[in-house]
Structures are given as C-alpha cells and as structure tokens.
C-alpha cells in the first residue's frame, strides 16, 4: 500500500551543516502522526522540504505514490499539503473572518475574480464562518487579529490551514507560546479534525504528543533516531536519554 | 441553506457582506466637487489639478496601499501617460480626448507590465530603488528623444478638439475639462472601488499583510501583484493622459521625483489603503500648500513637513485614520456604561 506522504533518503545540507540525512519517512492516510527531538534536530528543516519551502539536496518526496520532489509550494497546496507555522504567519490587520476567507477564496478559485463584491461569494463566506464555528471561533469573526488573545491567535493559524482541506496537515508546534489555560482549546480543535486527513505534529510538549499521536518518529541532528507506538518510545531508554541530554554529547 | 441564518447575525459576516454598499457619505466628495464647479468657477484651474491629483493618489492606493508595492517611481506612469496623450496630438496622429485616454492607459499599462515583470521580485529598499531607476530612465529617454518628445522644453500648445464634437476645451475657463474630469474620475474610482472589495482585492491585502503565507495558502503571489501594478500604471496614466489634456501641454516635470514623492506624501497624509485617503490627503495637502504658500512664501514646506512628521509618529492612518480613531473612542466611551453591569 502507497503511503499518503513519503520521503525517501532526503538530505538536506546547508553548506556544510547537514539538516536533514537520508530520512526515509511515511506519514499513512488518517494517522496521527508526531515527530518529536530536542532543539535544532531539523524538525522545521524537514516541514520545510515537504511543504516545499526548501529543495532537498538528495532524496525523493512521495506524495500518494507520485514523485512531488521538485513540485512548488503553490503547486503542492492544491494537490493537499497544508500546513502551520511555529510563529503565527497571519494576515494581521484584517479580521478574523478574512483571514480564513482568504485562505478559502484561494482553494475554490474565487479568489482572482475581480468585479463581484467579496460579501457576494456567500458559499466563500459560510464556508469560512462554518470553519470558524468548528473552532468556536465564530464570535470572534470581526476583530482583527491583533486584538485577540495569542491562544486564539494560534487557533485562526489553524484554522487558515483547514480552509485549504488539506488530505496532510502540517502542525508545527501548535500549542507553542499558549498560556496553558488556554491550549486545552487547541487540543480540542486538534482532536476534531476529520478522521481522513493525515496529521503530522511537531512538539515539544510530550502530553500533548504522547496523547495525541498513534505513531511517533525522533529525530535527532537530522536523521531518524527512533520511530514506534507511543509505547514503543516511552519505553525506549536511548531517547529518554537524548531527551535527558546525556547520550550524544562528545 | 438553514445553516448560513445565524451568519446573518454574526458581526464579522455581517462586515464582510456589508462592506461593498454604498455607505451614506460616499456621494458626499461627488457632491462637493460640483459644488466647487458651481462656487469657484473662477478657481475651476485649481480644481482640474486637484481632480487629476486624486486620480493619481488613487492609482498609487492600489498598488501601495492595498497590494503593498512599495513604489517611489509612480510618476513615471503619469508622465507615459501625458506623453502619449501630447506626443500624439503633437504629431497629428490623433487628438480625439476619450480615445487617447484610452491609448494613455494602454501604454502606460504596457510599460507597467514590463517593468512589473521584473521589478516585482524584489520587495522593500531594491524595489523602492528599481521603482525610481525605471522614472529616471523614462525622464532621461524623454529629455533625449527631443525630436518626438520636445525635450526639455517639453510639448506646448497641444490642441484638444471638442469633446463629442460639442464641448470646447478652453485654457482660459477649464468649465468644460473640469466636468470632463470630475466624470473621468468617477468611472476610475467605482473601478477602483470594485476592485478592492472583490476577492481579488481582498487576496492582495492579503498579500500586503503576510506575502509568505499568501503562498502557503497556494496563491500565486507574483502574478496577482503584476496584475495589480499592471492596472494602477495603467489608471495612473489616464491621470497623466488627463493632465495633459487639461493644460495643454506636456513637460519633463509629469516624469520628475517630485511628482512621485508628492503623491505619496499625499497618500500618507489621507490614509493609504483606504479609497478615500487619496481625497482627503489631495485636499489637505493642495489647500494646506495653497495657503501657507501665501501666508509664508519663503518657507512655506516647514508647515507641510510638520505636519508629516507628526502624522507619520503619531497617526499612521493618515487623517482618515485619525477620525477612525476619534470615533473608535467615541463609541467606546458611550457604550461602556452599557456593558459593564
């Protein structure tokens, strides 16, 4: 069986500082899926080359069997790759409802028409304001971003993602700078996403990938250190190692 | 569709699909400007430069001020536009008004495109810079082509034939160029206004506001934004088309830096990205110069840049962001006592 996403022997070098080294990956259709490894393991290297971002040096990226490896970024958002980043990327001086409509407008096409009134694409807009709800977002639709708390910051980056429908959804470091008061609300939105995307999680916060994922692969200094159940990896004394910082030092 | 009713009722919906009516004040600076026509017929020279000075802030609204190209060359446009208006009544090829806008958009469009093409790679400081290398080239080639161009001395007594046959343009009593005008204006701006509010414009706020997640979302950022230039060149060069028509001549000064930079510090001062803010910041800024240049004729740009200093520290709107803020605060203070028990 073809893998949703896969990589085959990517490498990625900048200059002489390798950031990605023969990574054989496969993320399945409906996994939840987390990659986790201490700071600079390459985590946001390796979002980067799936996404497009970033050309590997070596190696081949899958997309369903199909070969997308030179594909660009553009290219492989309409083919179902989204994504969100560590930082909030949002379009900050517009409303929360914008935000996602534009993301919307994008995939249904509607976006480069010129001479109908935004407010007229009603199917753009209820689509958006649908999203919104799912993330009990709705009430919030009409302020900019800047005026809203940074949890709910993090969850329009999410929910811009989910306007493009993505088959693979990217999550990079969701719940990252949310007061933990607050990041129960991206674990609920994470938990209701549609059981047929496939999820891969980047994180550092181990409950939440330990409770959310079903697979979860270390990477450390660029390359798979270990890969397993949540079981598998709890038990597994050279990652604990890696996380307690004593094994690869030297 | 049962699911789309509580939308109705939803404030952010609400905004979104309410956004594009007309809104009661909008006839408003269509009114004051007939007025104008009616009460200063005297001034009615004054008037014709501030209408094409609006056009032309309008133009750059919509490049800077909604897709974010920042730009210090816009004059260049304006000046292709005058040329072609000029140089093809000049030469006798043809000189009938509304068809020779329409050459003036094309061509200033055409090098819109052009120079968009490559331009547009670049953002910030290079493209600031290449914006201004692209007007100094087209003044220099205009300075050199003297055969065609006039040169320095530029083209003078271009005859304008009646409009529709019926309306003769007169230097001396701008009636006729400054209804001609104010209709061209018009037709410009409910473009323009169109434009903004469709998807296409809300995608290039989009683009201003965060380009590397416009691509993220799959748009095809460098197209839309050769699109949008290619359309503001092409608006700015009727300005010019306009201008050249009104006076009746045309000079190295409709390609020069300072028209560039005077039309974006009027954008600035009315509020960038906002429709209305090349109106308000036009008025301000042609009164403001109009009058201190009378009561101060040696220093009168100290009192301009004042002002500027003190809208770029304190209110980046511009004017319309100022009054924004003020009713914000407005509303903020009497619906408090409402929603604190």
Redesign the interface.
């Known amino acids: 069986m073809t893998a949703l996403l896969e990589t085959r022997g990517v490498s990625k070098n900048f200059g002489a500082l390798a950031a990605s080294t023969n990574v054989n990956f496969k993320l399945e259709s409906g996994a939840r899926h987390a990659l986790i490894g201490p700071n600079g393991a390459g985590k946001t290297t390796f979002i980067n080359l799936l996404?497009g971002v970033l050309l590997p040096s070596s190696g081949t990226v899958l997309l369903r069997g199909q070969d997308i490896t030179t594909m660009e970024?553009?290219?492989r958002?309409?083919f179902g790759i989204?994504?969100t980043?560590q930082i909030n990327?949002?379009?900050?001086?517009?409303?929360?409802?914008?935000n996602v409509?534009?993301?919307v407008?994008?995939?249904v096409g509607?976006?480069?028409?010129?001479?109908?009134?935004?407010?007229?694409?009603?199917d753009?807009?209820?689509e958006a304001?649908?999203l919104?709800e799912t993330l009990k977002l709705?009430d919030?639709?009409?302020?900019t971003i800047n005026g809203l708390p940074y949890g709910r910051q993090r969850l329009v980056e999410l929910a811009?993602a989910l306007?493009?429908k993505p088959e693979v959804l990217l999550l990079d470091e969701p719940a990252a700078g949310v007061p933990s008061a607050e990041s129960h609300i991206i674990l609920d939105a994470i938990d209701a996403l549609p059981k047929s995307i496939g999820v891969l999680i980047i994180d550092h916060d181990m409950d939440l990938v330990f409770r959310f994922a079903q697979r979860i692969t270390v990477l450390v200094r660029g390359a798979i250190f270990a890969e397993g159940t949540p079981k598998e990896i709890g038990a597994n004394a050279d990652v604990r190692a890696v996380y307690l910082g004593q094994a690869t030092h030297g | 569709m049962s699911a789309a009713a509580p939308d109705h009722d939803n404030l952010g919906a609400r905004a979104m699909t309410q956004r594009h009516k007309l809104r009661w004040w909008e006839p408003l600076p269509w009114l004051l400007a007939l007025a104008f026509y009616f009460a200063f017929p005297r001034h009615l020279g004054f008037g014709t430069e501030l209408l094409i000075t609006v056009l032309f802030a309008i133009s750059l609204d919509l490049a800077l001020g909604y897709a974010g190209i920042v730009t210090l060359g816009h004059a260049a446009f304006f000046g292709a536009g005058a040329y072609t208006v000029g140089m093809l009544a000049h030469h006798g090829i043809w000189n009938e008004p509304i068809s020779s806008l329409l050459a003036a958009a094309v061509v200033a469009g055409a090098i819109g495109l052009a120079s968009g093409l490559v331009l547009l790679r670049t953002t910030g400081l290079t493209l600031l810079m290449l914006t201004l290398c692209t007007m100094a080239l087209l003044e220099e080639a205009a300075n050199l082509g003297h055969d065609w161009t006039g040169g320095f001395d530029g083209l003078t007594g271009i005859v304008i034939p009646p409009l529709f046959g019926a309306f003769e343009f007169n230097p001396l009593f701008p009636k006729v160029q400054y209804l001609y005008i104010l209709a061209v204006l018009l037709v410009c701006f409910v473009f323009v206004r169109t434009l903004v509010y469709s998807p296409f414009g809300e995608s290039l706020t989009g683009i201003r506001e965060n380009t590397l997640r416009m691509h993220a979302v799959g748009a095809p950022v460098r197209t839309r934004l050769i699109v949008c230039y290619t359309i503001s060149a092409a608006i700015a060069g009727i300005a010019g088309g306009l201008w050249a028509q009104a006076n009746a001549y045309v000079n190295l000064s409709t390609l020069g830096l300072d028209r560039a930079a005077t039309v974006l510090i009027i954008l600035v001062l009315g509020g960038y990205g906002r429709l209305y803010g090349a109106f308000v910041g036009a008025v301000a800024y042609m009164v403001l110069a109009h009058f201190l240049s009378k009561l101060y004729p040696t220093a009168w740009q100290l009192g301009l840049g004042l002002m500027l200093v003190i809208i770029a520290l304190f209110f980046r709107g511009g004017i319309l962001g100022m009054g924004d803020a003020i009713t914000g605060w407005l509303r903020r203070t009497r619906a408090a006592p409402k929603s604190s028990p």
């Not at chain 1, 990327?89 to 914008?98: K, P």
């Not at chain 1, 509607?110 to 009603?122: H, I, L, N, Y």
């Not at chain 1, 919030?140 to 302020?143: G, K, N, Q, S």
């Open positions: 996404t970024q553009a290219q958002v309409k989204a994504r980043f990327r949002l379009f900050r001086g517009l409303s929360v409802l914008e409509y534009i993301s407008a994008e995939r509607a976006a480069p028409s010129m001479f109908t009134p935004a407010g007229k694409r009603r753009v807009i209820d304001m649908h919104l709705a919030y639709a009409h302020l811009i306007g493009q």
